[in-house]
T-cell receptor, first 110, second 119 residues
Framework: GENVEQHPSTLSVQEGDSAVIKCTYS??????FPWYKQELGKGPQLIID???NVGEKKDQRIAVTLNKTAKHFSLHITETQPEDSAVYFC?????????WGAGTKLIIKP | GAVVSQHPSRVICKSGTSVKIECRSL??????MFWYRQFPKKSLMLMAT?????????EQGVEKDKFLINHASLTLSTLTVTSAHPEDSSFYIC???????????????FGPGTRLLVL
């Protein structure tokens, strides 16, 4: 079955700098890769997603890249702000069921 | 759009009682909803897939008689934790897929979660 690994588990960056979170997946049939942001005590919120027919997608300060050959995808956040502090989860899917990464706690230092 | 609500947001109950959690898609129809459980500082663990008008599909290790799921309409799924015990204390989160989202149908929209504490 599919397995998703996410790194790092914790990431601390200075406000204004960029943050990059990486995920790898094992099932080459996976074709949908969402990223979710979860704040403390709340449900996950979809922030961006990408499908296997696209290599990169951008939405303002957030971008996701996908390398199908290497089976990895990354989340890039530029010009980080205090409100970006949260736990970020990647996931992969090929049959409508999401397989989740372990999460990355992003800390934005003022 | 694509808003999912959960009720209650938090509940405290005595051991041995049953607790019902509701998950509603507010502005879209959802034939399929998912129920997750999340332990502190951990990832989401899928418990079951809820399908409108049919029996839920439970993940391995999840007791279907313990966690009853009913998906009686296209906008409502309920999870009932029966005879709750302290080890059932957790954060329960539901998600829903929009039936009318076409090629984006695999996208899951999450509710705000329900914090259950069993004393």
């Amino acid at each position: 079955g599919e397995n998703v690994e996410q790194h790092p588990s914790t990431l601390s960056v200075q406000e204004g700098d960029s943050a990059v979170i990486k995920c790898t997946y094992s099932d080459s049939a996976s074709n949908y890769f969402p990223w979710y942001k979860q704040e403390l005590g709340k449900g996950p919120q979809l922030i961006i997603d990408i499908r296997s027919n696209v290599g990169e997608k951008k939405d303002q300060r957030i971008a996701v890249t996908l390398n199908k050959t290497a089976k990895h995808f990354s989340l890039h956040i530029t010009e980080t702000q205090p409100e970006d502090s949260a736990v970020y989860f990647c996931a992969a899917s090929n049959n409508y069921q999401l397989i989740w990464g372990a999460g990355t706690k992003l800390i934005i230092k003022p | 759009g694509a808003v999912v609500s959960q009720h209650p947001s938090r509940v405290i109950c005595k051991s041995g009682t049953s607790v019902k959690i509701e998950c509603r898609s507010l502005d879209f129809q959802a034939t399929t909803m998912f129920w997750y459980r999340q332990f502190p500082k951990k990832s989401l663990m899928l418990m079951a897939t809820s399908n409108e008008g049919s029996k839920a599909t439970y993940e391995q290790g999840v007791e279907k008689d313990k966690f009853l799921i009913n998906h009686a309409s296209l906008t409502l799924s309920t999870l009932t934790v029966t005879s709750a015990h302290p080890e059932d204390s957790s954060f329960y989160i539901c998600s829903a897929r929009d039936d009318n989202s076409g090629i984006h149908q695999e996208t899951q929209y999450f509710g705000p979660g329900t914090r259950l504490l069993v004393l």
